[in-house]
């Protein structure tokens, strides 16, 4: 006798099952809702830029883990060993990548039985003034971690040349490192040939008036309400509005290449040769369950959580319907995306409040997401490559003099910043509506200066390697740079503007 | 005999304890409150809908579909197209069986949101029932991808899983999924623990099989799936008035085609068959009604032509008729069965290949593969290796 076991369809209550999942709605600083879920693995900035100071490397910088509050003890802010953080290169112009840099981070604890992370000129711990060895007894905490170069051969090269690498701390303040500046120099490593590597937390290096542009663009009327006058727009060094960022911290990796390194051919090229120009991005990756064979075993692989290419993509162009899609596919697969980028919603909510646009499909905006002029003057029509969102750095301009970097970039005749790149320095909230308003098509006709007020990063970066600022002190800092507080130091008593 | 007056005791007291509201009947009631006091508000006919479709799977009965939709008739005249609607839409015409349909209107909306892991589901829902398993795959991944370790994207991935083969990996998600709902989830619990019944079932384990089923009646009295599912065990335990008295019990919850046939044969190992016969004489009629509909019983009737009325050719006829609309391992089991009974071996053989080949643990595929596999003089054995089989 058989026996017809019982299967009686699939259906499940799904909507009840999504619903009851753990899910939770939230500048890249969290911007889709799965590294809203997801902090360690959230993406806040990511940079890349050929050096000032070695004109023959590139720069990347990939910040994670936003609005870390200093004073935020007693572990602070370690990298998730859960998580592959990666920079890719992709330089054939496929919007594949290349060259992969992988990091991975492992945490150590030194001192079960103290209770905070760090500890030092306390109980007879000297102070923190090593990262390992002499000098290191106060790091409970520690993390260490590995660099590897992937090519698209699948060839790996441990970039560690031997060494152990520490990420930096955070600054917990003067009595436990009482010389945090040279703590972090320590943290800065000489890799294989000539690259350098740096990981750790740093003052946020973002500048936005957040609160402003969330509630509903309502910019602050003393920094023309989200139009610049030309005096505050010809200011390069200087806030007019509060920059939310400051006083937080981030984790950051820095590394420096070669640019040899991440060229399809191995060579440096002039600017006007196409293989002068790289496409760039950043992602972090958690395991994830596989449903069934095709996706790897019955186990786990590694599945991307986020990517980030050029700034403000998936907060500004991409639907709040399609966000975790796009910051878990792969670049090469966003044409599907096309629509967000070719009709875009906030020219259309410009036009509403009587800022001039063009109208679509905006073609102009495509160089931001294919290899074309002005980054690419060398690639023709054939050479554009899918629609990827990438940072694209055309490797063979050289790097503009301190004295003459603009905020605005490209848009000030400065070639060596955004979207050729993008620099720590790079007013890109400011670089990106312009572009969105239609500047890239006639700064006569759509060229409104549109801006938040904020011009600047809350600590300036340094002009060495890692660039980045060490992380605001735990005990001695503020966010003393809010609505009605200081941080406008050109403004009456340097307060920020509330309205 | 003992052993039967008990059984049938505690089947009594499950019965007899008060009716609690089911989650569907609160949201029935709440959507129709707010109805009331907001008759043009589109979304609540939406949430009508989705409790009703809801009600129809706490009670297997499709006549709530037929309201569902009648619900969101009222919420499109208000809001054409409206997204939410489309949604709970396509759920009721999975309920309905209506897949391929079900599958246009989940991939519109899934280009429209990529980010609704729901939608996703409904891919994946409908994919897995037309035997698109690898688009399912896909679908499911991407639930697990964009929230992971989210409960819907589990259970869906211990669906796939049961059909690949991979049971111990099955029933860990379907537990986590289970885990992950709340206790007043009811029908939704109940019906992921008749599936981990199932899953035990098919690993060969009864006495958790019999654990799993009798928790999910526990958990939501005179379901439908938890009776078939403890019916199912009775059967393995070879306790068959018991299993009778679960199915005969089911039947009156709910009077399905498909109820039937399995009621009938329950009579039949019981030895009732008298009974047998005129229940699926009945179950016949009803089958036939629906043969044509996309919630049919075609599956059933194949095996009932084949198996007790001896009716091959009238196997075949409605088994071509549900290869046209799908082509799950079950449907195409179906369709080698009534080739096979037919007498053509080398379709029959090439059709269960399909199924075989994904690894499926079925025992009535496995079965079937291991006749026909006779029939053309092979063995099992070499049938699995022959189909590429990769369960585990």
């Given at each position: 006798?058989?026996?017809?076991?019982?299967?009686?369809?699939?259906?499940?209550?799904?909507?009840?099952?999504?619903?009851?999942?753990?899910?939770?709605f939230?500048?890249?600083?969290?911007?889709?809702?799965?590294t809203?879920?997801?902090?360690?693995?959230?993406?806040?900035?990511?940079?890349?830029?050929?050096?000032?100071?070695?004109?023959?490397?590139?720069?990347m910088?990939l910040?994670?883990?936003?609005f870390?509050?200093?004073?935020?003890?007693?572990?602070?802010?370690?990298?998730?060993?859960?998580i592959?953080?990666?920079?890719?290169?992709?330089?054939?112009?496929?919007?594949h990548?290349?060259?992969?840099?992988?990091f991975?981070?492992?945490?150590?604890?030194?001192?079960?039985g103290?209770?905070?992370?760090?500890?030092?000129?306390?109980?007879?711990?000297?102070?923190?003034t090593?990262?390992?060895?002499?000098?290191?007894?106060?790091?409970?905490?520690?993390?260490?971690?590995?660099v590897?170069?992937?090519?698209?051969?699948g060839?790996?090269?441990?970039?560690?040349?031997?060494?152990?690498?520490?990420a930096?701390?955070?600054?917990?303040?003067?009595?436990?490192?009482?010389?945090?500046?040279?703590?972090?120099?320590?943290?800065v490593?000489?890799?294989?040939?000539?690259a350098?590597?740096?990981?750790?937390?740093?003052?946020?290096?973002?500048?936005?008036?957040?609160?402003?542009?969330?509630d509903?663009?309502?910019?602050?009327?003393?920094?023309?309400?989200?139009v610049?006058?030309?005096?505050?727009?010809?200011?390069?060094?200087?806030?007019?509005?509060?920059?939310?960022?400051?006083?937080?911290?981030?984790?950051?990796?820095?590394?420096?290449v070669?640019?040899?390194?991440?060229?399809?051919?191995?060579?440096?090229?002039?600017?006007?040769?196409?293989q002068?120009?790289?496409?760039?991005?950043?992602?972090?990756?958690?395991?994830?369950?596989?449903?069934?064979?095709?996706?790897?075993?019955?186990?786990?692989?590694?599945?991307?959580?986020?990517r980030?290419?050029?700034?403000l993509?998936?907060?500004?162009?991409?639907g709040?319907g399609?966000?975790?899609k796009?910051?878990?596919?792969?670049?090469?697969?966003?044409s599907?995306?096309a629509?967000?980028?070719?009709?875009?919603?906030?020219?259309?909510?410009?036009?509403?409040?009587?800022?001039?646009?063009?109208?679509?499909?905006?073609?102009?905006?495509?160089?931001?997401?294919?290899?074309?002029?002005?980054?690419?003057?060398?690639?023709?029509?054939?050479?554009?490559?899918?629609?990827?969102?990438?940072?694209?750095?055309?490797?063979?301009?050289?790097?503009?003099?301190?004295?003459?970097?603009?905020?605005?970039?490209?848009l000030?005749?400065?070639?060596?910043?955004?979207?050729?790149?993008?620099r720590?320095?790079?007013?890109?909230?400011?670089?990106?509506?312009?572009?969105?308003?239609?500047?890239?098509?006639?700064?006569?006709?759509?060229?409104?200066?549109?801006?938040?007020?904020?011009?600047t990063?809350?600590?300036a970066?340094?002009?060495?390697?890692?660039?980045?600022?060490?992380?605001?002190?735990?005990?001695?800092?503020?966010?003393?740079?809010?609505?009605?507080l200081?941080?406008?130091?050109?403004?009456?008593?340097?307060?920020?503007?509330?309205? | 005999?003992?052993?039967?007056?008990?059984?049938?005791?505690?089947?009594?007291?499950?019965?007899?304890?008060?009716?609690?509201?089911?989650?569907?009947?609160?949201?029935?009631?709440?959507?129709?409150?707010?109805?009331?006091?907001?008759?043009?508000?589109?979304?609540y006919?939406?949430?009508?809908?989705?409790?009703?479709a809801r009600?129809?799977?706490e009670?297997?009965?499709?006549?709530?579909?037929r309201?569902?939709?009648?619900?969101?008739?009222?919420?499109?005249?208000?809001?054409?197209?409206?997204?939410?609607?489309?949604?709970?839409?396509?759920?009721?015409?999975?309920g309905?069986?209506?897949f391929?349909?079900?599958?246009?209107?989940?991939?519109?909306?899934?280009?429209?949101?990529?980010?609704?892991?729901?939608?996703?589901?409904?891919?994946a829902?409908?994919?897995?029932?037309?035997?698109?398993?690898?688009?399912?795959?896909?679908?499911?991944?991407?639930?697990?991808?964009?929230?992971?370790?989210?409960?819907a994207?589990?259970?869906?991935?211990?669906e796939?899983?049961?059909v690949?083969?991979?049971?111990?990996?099955?029933?860990?998600?379907?537990?986590?999924?289970?885990?992950?709902?709340?206790?007043?989830?009811?029908?939704?619990?109940?019906?992921?623990?008749?599936?981990?019944?199932?899953?035990?079932?098919?690993?060969?384990?009864v006495?958790?099989?019999?654990?799993?089923?009798?928790?999910?009646?526990d958990?939501?009295?005179?379901?439908?799936?938890?009776?078939?599912?403890?019916?199912?065990?009775?059967?393995?335990?070879?306790?068959?008035d018991?299993?009778?008295?679960?199915?005969?019990?089911?039947?009156?919850?709910?009077?399905?085609?498909?109820?039937?046939y399995?009621?009938?044969?329950?009579?039949?190992?019981?030895?009732?068959?008298?009974?047998?016969?005129?229940?699926?004489?009945?179950?016949e009629r009803?089958?036939?009604?629906?043969?044509?509909?996309?919630?049919?019983?075609?599956?059933?009737?194949?095996?009932?032509?084949?198996?007790?009325?001896?009716?091959?050719?009238?196997a075949l006829?409605?088994a071509?008729?549900?290869?046209?609309?799908?082509?799950?391992?079950?449907?195409?089991?179906?369709?080698?069965?009534?080739?096979?009974?037919?007498?053509?071996?080398?379709?029959?053989?090439?059709?269960?290949?399909?199924?075989?080949?994904?690894?499926?643990?079925?025992?009535?595929?496995?079965?079937?593969?291991?006749?026909?596999?006779r029939?053309?003089?092979?063995?099992?054995?070499?049938?699995?290796?022959?189909?590429?089989?990769?369960?585990k």
């Amino acid at each position: 006798m058989k026996q017809l076991l019982l299967r009686p369809g699939v259906a499940i209550a799904l909507a009840t099952l999504a619903a009851v999942s753990p899910q939770v709605f939230a500048a890249s600083h969290r911007e889709a809702p799965i590294t809203a879920l997801d902090q360690k693995a959230d993406i806040t900035d990511w940079f890349a830029f050929v050096s000032p100071e070695h004109p023959d490397r590139v720069v990347m910088i990939l910040d994670v883990d936003p609005f870390l509050e200093p004073s935020n003890g007693p572990n602070y802010f370690p990298f998730d060993p859960g998580i592959l953080y990666e920079m890719k290169i992709d330089n054939n112009h496929d919007g594949h990548p290349d060259v992969t840099f992988q990091f991975r981070f492992q945490t150590t604890i030194g001192q079960p039985g103290v209770f905070t992370g760090f500890v030092g000129n306390l109980a007879g711990i000297p102070p923190i003034t090593a990262l390992s060895g002499p000098g290191a007894a106060g790091l409970s905490l520690s993390q260490t971690y590995t660099v590897t170069m992937v090519m698209a051969s699948g060839q790996t090269t441990n970039l560690g040349a031997g060494q152990t690498l520490y990420a930096v701390p955070t600054n917990v303040g003067p009595r436990t490192m009482p010389n945090y500046p040279a703590l972090m120099q320590q943290g800065v490593y000489s890799l294989t040939s000539d690259a350098r590597v740096f990981a750790g937390t740093i003052a946020d290096p973002f500048f936005i008036d957040l609160g402003a542009a969330f509630d509903s663009l309502n910019f602050r009327q003393a920094a023309g309400g989200g139009v610049l006058s030309a005096a505050v727009d010809a200011d390069d060094h200087n806030n007019y509005a509060p920059n939310t960022l400051a006083g937080y911290n981030v984790n950051t990796i820095v590394l420096e290449v070669p640019i040899t390194w991440l060229t399809s051919d191995g060579q440096t090229h002039t600017a006007g040769d196409k293989q002068a120009v790289i496409g760039t991005w950043g992602t972090t990756s958690r395991q994830q369950t596989n449903v069934v064979p095709g996706f790897g075993e019955i186990g786990t692989t590694w599945a991307q959580v986020q990517r980030m290419g050029n700034p403000l993509i998936n907060e500004l162009i991409i639907g709040t319907g399609s966000k975790d899609k796009f910051s878990t596919d792969d670049p090469w697969h966003d044409s599907q995306f096309a629509g967000f980028f070719l009709n875009p919603l906030l020219a259309t909510i410009f036009s509403s409040i009587g800022i001039p646009v063009p109208s679509g499909p905006r073609t102009d905006l495509l160089p931001l997401v294919q290899y074309q002029a002005p980054i690419c003057p060398g690639c023709g029509p054939g050479d554009a490559g899918p629609i990827a969102d990438l940072l694209r750095l055309n490797t063979g301009i050289p790097p503009t003099a301190a004295a003459n970097v603009k905020r605005l970039a490209v848009l000030a005749g400065d070639f060596g910043g955004f979207p050729n790149g993008r620099r720590l320095t790079d007013d890109v909230v400011d670089i990106a509506a312009r572009c969105v308003a239609g500047i890239l098509v006639s700064a006569t006709k759509y060229g409104t200066p549109i801006g938040d007020g904020v011009n600047t990063p809350a600590v300036a970066p340094s002009a060495t390697f890692p660039f980045v600022a060490p992380a605001n002190s735990g005990r001695n800092s503020a966010h003393d740079a809010g609505p009605g507080l200081p941080g406008c130091p050109v403004l009456t008593g340097s307060i920020c503007p509330v309205n | 005999m003992n052993r039967l007056f008990l059984f049938l005791l505690v089947l009594t007291c499950l019965s007899s304890m008060v009716h609690a509201e089911t989650p569907a009947e609160a949201g029935i009631r709440v959507a129709e409150a707010q109805i009331a006091k907001s008759p043009d508000a589109y979304q609540y006919y939406n949430d009508l809908a989705l409790a009703l479709a809801r009600r129809a799977r706490e009670t297997c009965d499709a006549w709530y579909y037929r309201k569902a939709g009648e619900a969101l008739a009222r919420s499109f005249a208000i809001a054409p197209e409206n997204f939410d609607g489309l949604k709970v839409r396509t759920r009721v015409l999975l309920g309905q069986h209506e897949f391929a349909k079900a599958l246009d209107l989940a991939t519109r909306l899934n280009k429209q949101t990529p980010d609704d892991i729901v939608i996703y589901g409904y891919l994946a829902e409908a994919s897995e029932e037309l035997g698109n398993y690898k688009e399912a795959a896909t679908a499911a991944q991407w639930m697990l991808r964009i929230r992971p370790g989210n409960a819907a994207g589990l259970a869906v991935a211990g669906e796939l899983r049961e059909v690949f083969g991979y049971i111990a990996p099955a029933m860990e998600v379907t537990r986590m999924a289970y885990d992950l709902t709340p206790g007043q989830e009811t029908q939704t619990r109940a019906e992921l623990l008749v599936r981990m019944a199932r899953l035990n079932l098919l690993a060969g384990d009864v006495p958790k099989a019999e654990n799993y089923a009798i928790t999910a009646l526990d958990v939501f009295p005179g379901y439908p799936d938890g009776l078939a599912a403890l019916a199912e065990v009775r059967t393995a335990q070879q306790r068959y008035d018991e299993a009778v008295i679960l199915q005969r019990k089911r039947c009156d919850e709910a009077p399905r085609a498909a109820h039937l046939y399995a009621l009938g044969e329950a009579l039949t190992r019981a030895g009732q068959k008298a009974e047998a016969n005129a229940v699926f004489a009945e179950f016949e009629r009803k089958a036939l009604a629906e043969s044509d509909k996309g919630d049919n019983a075609n599956r059933e009737l194949i095996a009932w032509y084949i198996d007790f009325a001896n009716r091959p050719a009238d196997a075949l006829r409605i088994a071509e008729k549900e290869i046209a609309r799908r082509h799950d391992v079950f449907t195409i089991d179906s369709y080698a069965w009534a080739l096979a009974a037919t007498g053509d071996l080398p379709r029959a053989s090439l059709e269960i290949q399909k199924a075989v080949a994904t690894g499926v643990k079925d025992p009535q595929i496995l079965r079937h593969a291991a006749a026909i596999a006779r029939r053309l003089g092979t063995t099992a054995g070499n049938m699995g290796e022959l189909f590429g089989g990769q369960g585990k």
